[in-house]
């Protein structure tokens, strides 16, 4: 089994266009977008369950909630209406 030097280059070679992949990709849709930032932000499909926020009204439950969870009588006063059940 022999080594070959320029195998190896030819597989390195290859190794990088391979990883700088995603890079071009990004910076043709880039491109495409006339280099517009806003632009190009919007034409990403982005997964929105961590990008999902809240409404007012959700914001407000939530902070309902932590309030009475953390009250120290709470296992003795009545839970507020916008209680959540999932915190």
């Not at 071009?24 to 880039?30: A, D, E, G, L, N």
């Not at 495409?32 to 999902?52: A, M, N, P, Q, Y």
Request: aromatic letters at 14%; glycine letters at 2%; proline letters at 3%.
């Amino acid at each position: 089994m022999d080594f070959d030097i320029e195998e190896h280059e030819e597989n390195m070679r290859g190794a990088k266009a391979y990883r700088l992949l995603p890079q071009k990709i990004m910076m043709k849709r880039f491109e495409d977008c006339g280099r517009d930032v806003h632009k190009f932000w919007d034409s990403i499909e982005w997964d929105s369950t961590w990008l999902r926020h809240d409404t007012e009204e959700e914001k407000y439950a939530k902070d309902v909630t932590r309030e009475f969870n953390r009250h120290p009588f709470k296992n003795f006063i009545k839970k507020p209406k916008e209680y959540l059940n999932v915190i």
